[in-house]
């Protein structure tokens, strides 16, 4: 069955440095495109991230683009998220997600059925 | 960015009411619109995908429909796991952007 499990998140300064990772298992992980959404405290969701099946292509938030880097390792079966810059705005549970369309590498690719458990990244002083 | 706009924001009903809730686009999406739900300190769940389409073990009390920029969620007759907020996720264009959620309770 398909599992995505993230780790890193923690507490950090503003202007700090943090990177997430998200272990994939139970499904060909070089197939799928994946997503970052967060979710601040007591707020909606938002999309951070997306990157192509192959790493070719990386689709960013406006309001991380420039600080956050989306990369994965397919012979890891691991997703990550680079996060730097870091904002008090930024402390979100996030998750990684996986989309559902294999191979997907057009614009509509989005988040599908499959989302990790989440990891809280907390920015403060 | 395409914005997405749900009403009502929350409401309130009883087990067993048939509920509707609706989002619309700022532009047109055809039928690039998915719908969440999330309890709370729990992972959001998709239920439906590509408008009206079920996502695989999701209770058929749960439909959608709509295209272009209007699109509804509803429950045929609300069960008490149902009580949670919802979320419509277009992905026509990116950035893929959520309505801003409608919180469901029970009145």
């Known amino acids: 069955q398909v599992q995505l499990v993230e780790s890193g998140g923690g507490v950090v300064q503003p202007g700090g440095s943090l990177r997430l990772s998200c272990a994939a298992s139970?499904?060909?992980?070089?197939?799928?495109?994946m997503h970052w959404v967060r979710q601040a405290p007591g707020k909606g969701l938002e999309w951070v991230a997306f990157?192509?099946?192959?790493?070719?292509?990386?689709y960013y938030a406006d309001s991380v683009k420039g600080r956050f880097t989306i990369s994965r390792d397919n012979s890891k079966n691991t997703l990550y998220l680079q996060m730097n810059s870091l904002r008090a705005e930024d402390t979100a549970v996030y998750y990684c997600?996986?989309?559902?369309?294999?191979?997907?590498?057009?614009?509509?690719?989005?988040?599908?059925?499959?989302w990790g458990q989440g990891t809280l990244v907390t920015v403060s002083s | 960015d395409i914005q997405m706009t749900q009403s009502p924001s929350a409401m309130s009903a009883s087990v067993g009411d048939r509920v509707t809730i609706t989002c619309r686009a700022s532009?047109?999406?055809?039928?690039?619109l998915a719908w969440f739900q999330q309890k709370p300190g729990k992972v959001p769940k998709r239920l439906i995908y590509a408008s009206s389409s079920l996502q695989s073990g999701v209770p058929s009390r749960f439909s959608g429909s709509g295209s272009g920029t209007e699109f509804t969620l509803t429950i045929s007759s609300l069960q008490p796991e149902d009580f949670a907020t919802y979320y419509c996720l277009q992905h026509n264009s990116y950035p893929p952007t959520f309505g801003q959620g409608t919180k469901l309770e029970i009145k």
């Open positions: 139970g499904f060909t992980f070089s197939s799928y495109g």
């Open positions: 990157i192509r099946y192959d790493g070719s292509n990386k």
């Open positions: 997600a996986k989309d559902p369309t294999l191979y997907c590498s057009s614009t509509s690719c989005s988040p599908g059925g499959y």
């Open positions: 532009q047109g999406i055809s039928n690039y």
